[in-house]
């Protein structure tokens, strides 16, 4: 089975633009979790979509956002940049049943994102 | 609320030797998974093993084990037979009732020849 795919993998953008994330789940899986990656804050969780309609979110700004389409690939878009926006994006994927026991989450390769 | 700690920001060990990765957490939640997820500098997250915290055994993937002590509420990540590529950050996480998966601020091992 193919991995979890993102796209672009690197990405530049300047303040007050906006930018879009996709991301390709493992064949099969119907959730999609998007996480954001920087060295002061760690990993956060952003959001979770299942089945097209957003299931669980973090504590981000409105500027983030995201959808799932019906063959579960994601989109993570985020508006009006911000140099502190400037991370290692990473998407991951699972079946999208609630635990116990707790799924596993696959995670794709990341969309390293600077902003300038 | 949950929370993981990793109280070792860098580790050290020589190739072959065994090296220990230390993760405690806290939640109130009856039930939870615990995650280790290593990162190279590639920046993608490998899953190597999940425990259950119902779980009676230890999980053991390979190399890979988890110490699991509920009552102290740690997880602790053994690595058998550490190779140069075993070389990357890692990450403990678990989830719980709120189903976000909460991870830790990571360690980075180096393992020297």
């Known amino acids: 089975k193919a991995g979890v795919t993102q796209t672009p993998r690197y990405l530049i953008k300047t303040r007050g633009q906006q930018v879009t994330l996709s991301c390709s789940p493992i064949s099969g899986h119907r959730s999609v979790s998007w996480y954001q990656q920087t060295p002061g804050q760690g990993l956060q969780f952003l959001f979770e979509y299942f089945s097209e309609t957003q299931r669980n979110k973090g504590n981000f700004p409105g500027r983030f956002s995201g959808r799932q389409f019906s063959n579960s690939r994601s989109e993570m878009n985020v508006s009006t940049l911000e140099l502190g926006d400037s991370a290692l994006y990473l998407c991951?994927?699972?079946?999208?049943?609630?635990?116990?026991?707790?799924?596993?989450?696959?995670f794709g390769p990341g969309t390293r994102l600077l902003v300038l | 609320a949950q929370k993981i700690t990793q109280t070792q920001p860098g580790m050290f060990v020589q190739e072959k030797e065994a090296v220990t990765l230390d993760c405690t957490y806290d939640t109130s939640d009856p039930s939870y998974g615990l995650f280790w997820y290593k990162q190279p500098s590639s920046g993608e997250m490998i899953f190597l093993i999940y425990q259950g915290s119902y779980d009676q055994q230890n999980a053991t993937e390979g190399r890979y084990s988890l110490n699991f002590q509920k009552a102290r509420k740690s997880a602790n990540l053994v690595i058998s037979a550490s190779q140069l590529g075993d070389s990357a950050m890692y990450f403990c996480?678990?989830?719980?009732?709120?189903?976000?998966?909460?991870f830790g601020k990571g360690t980075k091992l180096t393992v020297n020849p």
């Open positions: 991951a994927s699972s079946g999208g049943t609630s635990g116990p026991p707790w799924e596993t989450q696959y």
């Open positions: 996480a678990m989830k719980g009732g709120s189903e976000k998966l909460v």
